[in-house]
C-alpha cells in the first residue's frame, strides 16, 4: 500500500505521516529529507522539485511492486503531481490530506524544524498556487493534540489493520 500524505507547509503532514509509517509497519519518505540528500544547495526550481517527485516515484513503484507499505509526505500542491503517481500505482494507492488552522500553521512555521526549510513566506506562496484535489479522499484537520484520532481515521480509512 502506498499513501501519499499531502498538505501545505505546517499543517502538520510530516508529524502525522511519520508516525502513519509506523503504524502501519511502512517506510517512511519525506520530499524535504530527499531534497537535503539531493541538492547540496537547494533552488528549489520547477526541475529541482520535478526531480525530487520522480526519485519519491520511484520509490513508490518499488514499494508497489515490493508489495511493502510506504508513506510519503510532501505537499503535493499540483494535480500533475498526483496524478502522475495515480497512473503509475493505480491500485493500493490512497490521499490523506492534512490541513490546520492559518494560526496553527503559522505559529509552527515560526519554530525550528529538521527537515524543511519553508516558512510562512513559502507557506503563502505555496496555497496561492494550490490547486485542490477533486477525488474523493480523507482530509484530517491537524491540531497538536489529535494525533490519536488522525491515525484511527486513517486506520478506518485504509486497508490496514494493526
Excluded at 54 to 83: G, P
Excluded at 124 to 144: A, D, G, Q, R
Aim: glycine residues 4%; proline residues 3%.
Amino acid at each position: 500500500m502506498i499513501v501519499i500524505v499531502f498538505g501545505l507547509p505546517g499543517s502538520g503532514k510530516s508529524f502525522f505521516a511519520s508516525r502513519l509509517a509506523s503504524f502501519i509497519n511502512g517506510d517512511y519518505v519525506n520530499s524535504d529529507q530527499i531534497r537535503l540528500k539531493m541538492f547540496k544547495e537547494r533552488k528549489y526550481t520547477e526541475e529541482e522539485k520535478e526531480m525530487v517527485y520522480h526519485t519519491m516515484l520511484d520509490m513508490a513503484k518499488d514499494a508497489h511492486l515490493k508489495k511493502t507499505n510506504l508513506v510519503i509526505d510532501a505537499t503535493f500542491y499540483k494535480q500533475a503531481l498526483r496524478q502522475l503517481y495515480q497512473e503509475a500505482i493505480d491500485k493500493d494507492l490512497y490521499f490523506i490530506e492534512v490541513i490546520a488552522r492559518k494560526n496553527v500553521i503559522k505559529k509552527r512555521l515560526s519554530l525550528p524544524r529538521t527537515f524543511s526549510e519553508a516558512d510562512f513566506k513559502v507557506y503563502k506562496k505555496i496555497k496561492k498556487e494550490w490547486e485542490p484535489m477533486e477525488e474523493k479522499h480523507l482530509v484530517l484537520e491537524s491540531t497538536n493534540e489529535n494525533i490519536g484520532e488522525m491515525l484511527d481515521r486513517a486506520a478506518l480509512h485504509l486497508p490496514f489493520k494493526p
